[in-house]
């Protein structure tokens, strides 16, 4: 048996087109090579967070913590449950449902886990900053949004678990009941 490792890779032929499209990512599939990607698969969560990049890493490890690294799909709304409905921009709503059915069809997603964080700009600027003047009504605010979002979330998949909590800086959680 003998061995092609030393000869030179040959890329295929391209048309002007051809690599416009990929280089615009349209075609970018066309690039790579043929491979059977399994998209289906069993997961246990789905877990929404805020895109506040102070506890991407605190983030991560509540969810290794809780026994469920690389076991969740992950959707990023600035603001977190406010992302996934409100007034002024209603198409996150829109989005984030998207998610959840497709995990569900996906991954078999059973448990929707939401949590928002203390000092959320997003909280700051679409709720006003009386609606978080102080720890107290802080909390307040957020806890009413997120049984907003649990009741929609239920409405939809009645027999979804859906966790709800709150994320301190210094990434401890405050489950909500």
Request: hydrophobic share 45%; glycine share 8%.
């Amino acid at each position: 048996m003998t061995c092609d490792c030393n000869k030179p890779m040959r890329w295929p032929t391209m048309s002007r087109r051809a690599v416009m499209t990929a280089a615009t990512g349209v075609g970018l599939a066309a690039l790579l090579p043929a491979t059977r990607v399994r998209a289906g698969g069993h997961c246990e969560a789905l877990l929404l967070t805020c895109m506040d990049y102070r506890l991407t890493n605190e983030t991560s490890a509540y969810m290794d913590a809780r026994g469920l690294r690389d076991k969740y799909d992950h959707v990023i709304l600035a603001g977190a449950s406010l992302g996934a409905l409100n007034d002024r921009f209603p198409q996150w709503t829109d989005v984030f449902f998207g998610h959840v059915d497709l995990a569900v069809q996906l991954h078999e997603v059973h448990r929707i886990i939401i949590l928002d964080h203390r000092d959320c700009g997003a909280y700051r600027m679409l709720k006003g900053e009386a609606a978080v003047k102080d720890p107290e009504t802080e909390l307040g605010t957020h806890v009413k949004q997120l049984y907003l979002v649990r009741s929609a979330i239920l409405a939809k998949h009645p027999h979804m678990e859906v966790e709800i909590g709150l994320m301190g800086l210094d990434g401890k959680v405050m489950q909500i009941v």
